[in-house]
């Protein structure tokens, strides 16, 4: 089917409609709305006038969408002194994806724009890979796996071709595409305390801070021992210093973890490096489980070599300079094996592998407060989460925590 419209209609309403449907399960999930009988209809009403929409429209949903999915992120440059630029990263968000999304206003053809739509399933702009279309799917009585999405687009894209009656037809094949019950791994026999805090970013990393944040880990922890926990986990960053350069506190947490372990997320540094780390207490014993993908921007800068250094001196005062450890780190609690991931690396597919279905993440989304960001990172974390058969035990700051599967 194909529409004629006003431009107001083409370049103002049309497009936010779209934009709308395209994120509302963002928005039902974020205010404890979600339903799976409204993601599915406004994901397959979404993409059914994303595939048959004029072309302007296209490139000005591609716009809304890019705000609605990813308005935060530019809430972390006050940190850096640049409050200024955090509209501006929004648009240049939005313009991104006007982009992305119009690539498929180069034809009218709904099938042609439907085999685009799938290509865009794997690029990822910038190397951030939150843009997932598939994962308007990821509550809902659809599935979301690659074909899944593909025979939902090609069932989308032919029933705009015919009209009256003959409209069910070609929509006869979202019945394959139909999510099958999905029982996740058994939790393991493991007593875990996930420590959920909501510290200012601004606050976090304020040395007269810095006590009172110490004193308020081991007070969970003491009461984590109390309680009879196995493993307690507090977010990423919990410890805002160099652990390796505070050896009073590593023994301290390394004399505690003889009654129970200790994973928490903080900084680590090494021949002159810095690390965005896990460190595992247990039973003595130190395991520094080093960060392995890193958030573009916030933690490199994903531009030509000429450009990188500058950017993270003049812009990010030298925030952006991790490197990485060549391969995840993995340790074994009682007889179970966890994979360790730092915020980001949850929402990645390298870090889910057959070999491992259960993992601990640590997060700290203070930097985006206050968002819809932990809702997505969430949303991310379940999507991989069921692609791979995973748990996922989270522990964040400003929002997240919680057990994902």
Same mark, same amino acid.
């Given at each position: 089917?194909?529409? /004629?419209?006003?431009?107001?209609?083409?370049?103002?309403?049309?497009?936010?409609?779209?934009? !709308?449907?395209?994120?509302?399960?963002?928005?039902?999930?974020?205010?404890?709305? +979600?339903?799976?009988?409204?993601?599915?209809?406004?994901?397959?009403?979404?993409?059914?006038?994303?595939?048959?929409?004029?072309? /302007?429209?296209? %490139?000005?949903?591609?716009?809304?969408?890019?705000?609605?999915?990813?308005?935060?992120?530019?809430?972390?440059?006050?940190?850096?002194?640049?409050?200024?630029?955090?509209?501006?990263?929004?648009?240049?968000?939005?313009?991104?994806?006007?982009?992305?999304?119009? +690539?498929?206003? %180069?034809?009218?053809?709904?099938?042609? /724009?439907?085999?685009? @739509?799938?290509?865009?399933?794997? #690029?990822?702009?910038?190397?951030?890979?939150?843009?997932?279309p598939e994962i308007i799917f990821v509550?809902?009585?659809?599935?979301?796996?690659?074909?899944?999405?593909? !025979?939902? !687009?090609?069932?989308?894209?032919?029933?705009?071709?015919?009209?009256?009656?003959?409209?069910?037809?070609?929509?006869?094949?979202?019945?394959?595409?139909?999510?099958?019950?999905?029982?996740?791994?058994? #939790?393991?026999?493991?007593?875990?305390?996930?420590?959920?805090?909501? #510290?200012?970013?601004?606050?976090?990393?304020?040395?007269?801070? @810095?006590?009172? +944040?110490?004193?308020?880990?081991?007070?969970?922890?003491?009461?984590?021992?109390?309680?009879?926990?196995?493993?307690?986990?507090?977010?990423?960053s919990a410890f805002p210093l160099y652990m390796n350069e505070h050896t009073e506190i590593s023994e301290a947490l390394s004399e505690r973890s003889l009654h129970i372990a200790i994973l928490t997320g903080t900084l680590h540094k090494e021949d002159g490096l810095n690390y965005n780390v896990s460190y595992l207490f247990d039973q003595g014993n130190v395991t520094v489980a080093k960060k392995t993908i890193l958030v573009p921007f916030g933690e490199y800068i994903p531009l030509p070599s000429f450009l990188k250094g500058w950017v993270n001196r003049e812009i990010f005062g030298g925030g952006a300079d991790f490197v990485t450890a060549k391969k995840p780190t993995d340790f074994r609690l009682k007889g179970t094996t966890f994979r360790n991931a730092v915020c980001y690396e949850a929402t990645r597919a390298e870090l889910y592998t057959p070999d491992v279905r259960y993992m601990i993440a640590v997060s700290n989304n203070g930097w985006f407060k206050p968002s819809i960001e932990p809702t997505v990172q969430k949303l991310l974390i379940r999507f991989y989460a069921r692609k791979n058969h995973t748990v996922v035990f989270h522990a964040a700051n400003g929002g997240g925590s919680g057990i994902v599967y």
């Open positions: 089917m194909k529409y /004629r419209s006003s431009p107001l209609i083409e370049l103002i309403v049309a497009p936010l409609v779209i934009a !709308l449907l395209f994120s509302a399960f963002i928005y039902w999930e974020h205010f404890a709305l +979600t339903s799976k009988a409204l993601n599915t209809l406004s994901g397959l009403i979404a993409l059914y006038l994303l595939l048959h929409a004029p072309k /302007r429209t296209i %490139l000005v949903s591609g716009f809304w969408i890019g705000l609605l999915w990813c308005y935060w992120i530019g809430f972390s440059f006050q940190y850096y002194g640049l409050g200024w630029a955090t509209w501006l990263v929004a648009l240049g968000f939005g313009f991104v994806y006007a982009l992305y999304y119009g +690539t498929m206003a %180069l034809t009218t053809n709904a099938l042609v /724009r439907a085999a685009i @739509l799938f290509g865009l399933t794997f #690029i990822w702009p910038m190397d951030f890979n939150w843009m997932q509550e809902s009585y659809l599935g979301f796996s690659k074909w899944q999405f593909a !025979l939902i !687009l090609f069932s989308l894209a032919l029933s705009g071709y015919v009209s009256g009656f003959k409209k069910l037809f070609p929509l006869l094949l979202l019945i394959g595409a139909i999510q099958t019950t999905y029982t996740p791994p058994p #939790i393991p026999d493991v007593k875990i305390k996930l420590v959920s805090t909501d #510290i200012s970013q601004d606050f976090k990393w304020q040395s007269e801070q @810095l006590p009172q +944040t110490i004193q308020d880990n081991f007070t969970a922890i003491d009461e984590a021992i109390t309680k009879g926990y196995d493993l307690i986990v507090l977010p990423e």
